[in-house]
C-alpha cells in the first residue's frame, strides 16, 4: 500500500501556516471569495448551519431549531457550494452549502471568485490549524461571538494547483468513505451489545420463580427533595436527577448504596448511585429495601416497563403510588446475590468489548483529522499510485 509522502517546504508569512509545499500559493482570502449580502428570498428554503453537517435545510437537519416566522426577506439568500461563517465557526470553522437557501443575517456568505475545488476548501476550513486562524478573528464576547470578515480576508489560505486540490480531494473522498463505514460498523456493534446487555438482564430476573408481591414491599420508593440550581452549593456530593447527576451540592440526603428513577423529565430511568449523594425532586429514590440485595434491585427496576405509568402532563411524571403495586419476583437474599453477580459478570465482559469499540472510533477519529490537516496544508502529499 502506497504511504504518504513528505513535501519540501518553504516558510510563509501566516501565523497560522508557517510553511507550505514549494510549489503552493499563498493567497489571501479576498483574492480567493467575495462576501455575498444578498436579500429579499423570503420564499426560499430555511437554512442551517450544522457543524457535522454543513448548510442544510431544517428539515434534512431534523433537530430541532429556533425558526424564523417573519421578516424573512432580511435573511441572506445562500447558494449551493457557497461557504457561510456561522457564530459557530471560531469552534468548527467555515461550513459549505449542500443547498439554496435563506439562512441568519448575522451570517457570512463566502463566494468563491477563482477556480477553486470546493472539497479541498471544505476540507481546509475544517482543519484544526484553521479553526485556530478563526479564533484571531473573532469579535464580540461569550454568545455574541461572531468572525470578523474584515479582518478575515485580509488573512492567507494555502492554494496548491488546481488538479492537486482535486487529487486531495479525491484521496480523501475514499478514504472517508472507508473510515465512515469503519464507524458506522462499530457503532451497530456497540447498539448490539448494549441489547445484549439488556436481554441478560431481562432473561436472568426472570428465571427466578419466587412468589410475587407488590413492588412496595421489595423497595419502596420515595419523591426526592427540592433544590433548584440557584441554590447548589459548592461541593463533592452529586445530585442525582431523573436521569444521573445534574450538579454537585455540600450535602447529601441519602445514604449509598441506593437506587433512583426518573419521576419527571427522563421518566423511568434507573441509576444505581454508590456514594452518598442528593435525591432530587426530579427523581424518585429506594427509601427501603426491606434487606434485599441493592444490586439485585437495580437489575429488577431495570426490567420494569416504568414510563407506562407516566401520568399528568403532555411530558408526564411518574407516580409512584402506581408503580409500587406492580407484582415481582422476590428469591431469598442468597438466590439474589447470585442472580446479580452472575449479571455483573456478563455485563462486564460486554462493557470491555463495549469501551474496546469506542476506543476504535476514537482512534479512527484522530486519525482522519491527522490525515486531513497533513494533506490540506501540504505538509504530505498523496501518493502517485493514487492520484486520479
Request: glycine residues 6%; aromatic residues 10%.
Amino acid at each position: 500500500m502506497a504511504k504518504l509522502t513528505f513535501n519540501k517546504l518553504k516558510r510563509t508569512e501566516a501565523i497560522w501556516l508557517p510553511q507550505i509545499p514549494e510549489h503552493w500559493d499563498l493567497i489571501k482570502v479576498r483574492h480567493l471569495f467575495k462576501e455575498s449580502t444578498k436579500k429579499g428570498f423570503p420564499n426560499e428554503t430555511l437554512l442551517v448551519a450544522s457543524q457535522e453537517h454543513g448548510v442544510v435545510s431544517k428539515g434534512t437537519y431534523g433537530k430541532r431549531t429556533v425558526e424564523a416566522t417573519k421578516d424573512l426577506q432580511n435573511l441572506k439568500l445562500v447558494e449551493q457550494g457557497n461557504f457561510v461563517i456561522s457564530l459557530r465557526s471560531f469552534q468548527g470553522g467555515i461550513e459549505l452549502a449542500h443547498e439554496r437557501g435563506i439562512i441568519s443575517p448575522a451570517y457570512t456568505i463566502m463566494e468563491e471568485t477563482s477556480q477553486i475545488d470546493k472539497r479541498y476548501f471544505k476540507n481546509l476550513f475544517k482543519s484544526p490549524p484553521f479553526i485556530s486562524l478563526m479564533t484571531l478573528c473573532v469579535k464580540g464576547i461569550r454568545e455574541g461571538q461572531n468572525i470578523d470578515y474584515p479582518t478575515f480576508k485580509n488573512e492567507y489560505l494555502p492554494f496548491p494547483p488546481l488538479e492537486e486540490q482535486q487529487e486531495i480531494s479525491a484521496y480523501l473522498d475514499k478514504k472517508n468513505n472507508k473510515i465512515d463505514k469503519f464507524i458506522r460498523n462499530k457503532e451497530r456493534l456497540i447498539e448490539l451489545l448494549e441489547e445484549q446487555k439488556i436481554t441478560i438482564i431481562h432473561q436472568s430476573i426472570s428465571e427466578s420463580k419466587s412468589e410475587k408481591k407488590r413492588l412496595k414491599f421489595a423497595c419502596f420508593l420515595s419523591r426526592g427533595y427540592d433544590l433548584s440550581s440557584d441554590k447548589f452549593k459548592d461541593g463533592n456530593t452529586p445530585i442525582y436527577g431523573s436521569n444521573g447527576i445534574i450538579g454537585y451540592h455540600n450535602f447529601a440526603t441519602t445514604k449509598a448504596p441506593c437506587i433512583t428513577v426518573g419521576r419527571s423529565g427522563s421518566v423511568g430511568e434507573v441509576n444505581f448511585v454508590d456514594c452518598d449523594f442528593w435525591a432530587h425532586n426530579t427523581s424518585l429514590y429506594v427509601y427501603r429495601n426491606y434487606k434485599n440485595d441493592w444490586k439485585f434491585l437495580y437489575f429488577l427496576l431495570l426490567t420494569l416497563d416504568m414510563k407506562s405509568y407516566a401520568a399528568g402532563t403532555a411530558v408526564g411524571s411518574l407516580n409512584r403510588n402506581n408503580v409500587h403495586e406492580i407484582l415481582v419476583s422476590i428469591p431469598k437474599i442468597n438466590e439474589q446475590i447470585n442472580i446479580a453477580n452472575k449479571i455483573q459478570s456478563e455485563l462486564n465482559k460486554i462493557n470491555l468489548a463495549i469501551s474496546k469499540a469506542q476506543k476504535e472510533i476514537s482512534s479512527i477519529k484522530e486519525y482522519r483529522e491527522a490525515l486531513i490537516t497533513d494533506l490540506v496544508t501540504g505538509k504530505r502529499s498523496v501518493p502517485q499510485s493514487q492520484m486520479i
